[in-house]
């Protein structure tokens, strides 16, 4: 397996050192980057499944998540009342006539192929300059977070930032090594979360970025919310997008799916 990863990483970087004329340097750079990112994920991943030291610690962890969902639901029955009443105000009818909580990967991996512009894991980790898609991403968001609040919505946005090359790395190669194409799996490279201390805005806020056609293309929608979408677990409302350039550079991130993340 491990030899399986390596062949790969050394043919990706090759191919996409020579579509994009890449010195020798530059090529060895980009593999010893990925060979460091590949320690670190199995070095963190190891350090997990070691912790879970048996079946019997792994059931106690799972008893536990049941309890502490079940707790939950008790203490903040209240508050999903007021969750369904805000979807149902703002959201219903946008769920209803679009297809976005029924979208499939697959649709959206197509999506990608034609916008053209990903065409190895390494587009989202150049080695020339680290930082430029999350640069380019972290202003396209604070725009849309200026329109968001000229709207009246209040909310902390906690952070425009790209995925670490690790867990990046890791979601790829391993999670999605049957699959030659493995990068088009990745739907959240570059993310952002905003914090809303009611569901009334948060609702509000899907419902105006929906209507932002000149910013985004939605791809797809998470309501973990929502029990018919998420019977437990984590919550949070996710909306995956393309991005329309509007400004100088942002055709940096078109064609690459995003996540912005709303939570209460």
Known sequence: KEKEVNNKINTMIDEFGKKHNLSDDEIERNKEKLREAKRTAL????????????PMKLTEYLINVILVENYFNFVYKDEKKLQERARRKYAENIFQTTNY?????????QKVIKAGKVNSFLTYFPVKDDGELER???????EVVKR??????????????QKGIERGFYKCFYSYHDKPDGYL????????SFV?????????????????TDEFEILRVK?????????CGY???MINVLCKPQRDGEEMIEGIICEIQLHH
Do not use: Q
């Open 223 to 231: 309501d973990r919310f929502h029990s018919d979408s998420e019977p």
């Open 235 to 237: 919550r949070d409302l």
């Open 101 to 109: 909580e029924s979208a499939k990967k697959s649709a959206m991996k």
């Open 185 to 192: 799996e990745l739907t959240d490279v570059l993310r952002c």
């Open 148 to 161: 968001l609040k000229k709207d009246g919505l209040s909310f902390k946005m906690t952070g425009a930032k």
């Open 136 to 142: 380019t991403w972290g202003s396209k968001i604070a």
């Open 196 to 212: 809303f201390e009611d569901f009334g805005p948060l609702y509000n806020c899907f419902a105006k970025i929906s209507g932002m």
């Open 43 to 54: 070095a963190t991943e190891r350090a997990l499944l070691e912790s879970i030291d048996g």
